[in-house]
């Protein structure tokens, strides 16, 4: 399965037309915009502004139709390799490590750290009971160590 890369960038002048034909030649698709202005305090709504923004949970993206989340195929890779290590009991150093040897980056496009992964484990343990029932970790238990034994 092919892997997908995505890239974030942050203009600060509007791209060229030659600058978007580039990216296109490159390989690139464009997936999204998203636009900011500045106003005057007249065109706000009456009463405090109440912005809600959440993060997107680390293994999921928003549908093609934009009405739910769906499962991010390559994210969920990314978890379900550190989990499995994890139980092997690598250290986080030695996961973050093989992310970057398997060419995996962070959301924000840098490399894996240990304080990433530490960061990632509420999303790991949240993930964990579909992964647990999943066909997909039933035959990966089987070659784990059976405890006590």
Known sequence: MPKKERLHETVTTMPTLEYLAQRI?????LTGLEWERETTSDDRPAGPRKDWIEEIPYGLRV???????VECAPEKEIIV???DMIVEDCPLSRVAEELNLRGYQTREGNSWTPTALFNLLP???QMGPRLFTSQEWIARRKRLPKVGQ
């Open 81 to 83: 390799l550190a989990l």
């Open 123 to 125: 999303r790991m343990i």
């Open 63 to 69: 549908s093609d139709d934009c009405t739910r989340l």
């Open 25 to 29: 030649q490159d390989g690139w698709k």
